[in-house]
């Protein structure tokens, strides 16, 4: 199993202009989840998906689309890059144990953004 | 608001000395709690986590935790730390039912010195 997987790892972009940044899992979980890091906040939830078709908002969701049309993908889309977007961006997916509550979280390797 | 506190920002130890990280969360119903270790320029790893049954939980490379439920507390503890446990660690909670949303403290730096 790859696991969870993003891609690209590094990516510099000009205020203005939008991109994707891609996220898979191999695992069949229905959970998936983004997140950005940024030097002394922790990891800051963008967005979730419970699953094909569901998504819903985290903490900072501004300025961030997602989609999930299959269990196995979950882009990430930046609309109109800002330099306040600069972060790194992880991707993470997890499942519900049997007793329904979801487990840990896998994640991917992480993508680095810098907007100028 | 869900929330959860980890007091200590910075740590720094010699090798051989023994680890303690705080960590607090605030919410009123059951929760799964995990910690997750980040190397340098590597994503989160899973170090241990805690569901339900004995408070005690052991993780891999000699890493534990407790849970105290009446304090809202899962600190994390080592008995003797090696420089190469230099890293961030993360405290999470995802409440059991109601919300599906994993809520993670701000981390601790650890820098073991050799």
């Known amino acids: 199993n790859a696991g969870v997987t993003q891609t690209p790892k590094f990516q510099v972009l000009k205020t203005g202009q939008s991109m994707t940044l891609q996220c898979a899992q191999d695992m069949n979980h229905e959970y998936m989840s983004w997140y950005r890091q940024d030097p002394g906040m922790g990891l800051r939830l963008i967005h979730y998906s419970v699953g094909a078709g569901i998504t819903d908002q985290g903490e900072v969701p501004n300025g961030y689309n997602v989609s999930r049309s299959t269990t196995e993908d979950f882009p990430l889309r930046l609309l109109s890059a800002a330099p306040s977007q600069t972060s790194v961006y992880f991707c993470a997916s997890s499942y519900r144990g049997a007793g329904g509550s979801y487990n840990e979280q896998f994640f991917g390797p992480g993508t680095r953004l810098t907007v100028l | 608001a869900q929330s959860v506190s980890q007091h200590n920002h910075h740590v720094i130890l010699s090798e051989a000395a023994s680890l303690e990280l705080g960590c607090n969360y605030s919410y009123g119903g059951t929760v799964n709690l995990f910690w997750y270790v980040q190397y340098p320029g590597q994503h989160l790893q899973l170090l241990l986590k805690?569901?339900?049954?004995?408070?005690l939980v052991k993780g891999i490379k000699g890493f534990e935790a407790e849970f105290i439920k009446s304090k809202f507390s899962f600190n994390l503890r080592k008995p003797s730390v090696q420089w190469s446990d230099t890293a961030e660690y993360f405290c999470a909670v995802i409440p059991y039912s109601g919300t599906y949303k994993y809520i993670f403290g701000t981390g601790t730096r650890l820098k073991v010195l050799a």
């Open positions: 805690y569901f339900s049954g004995d408070p």
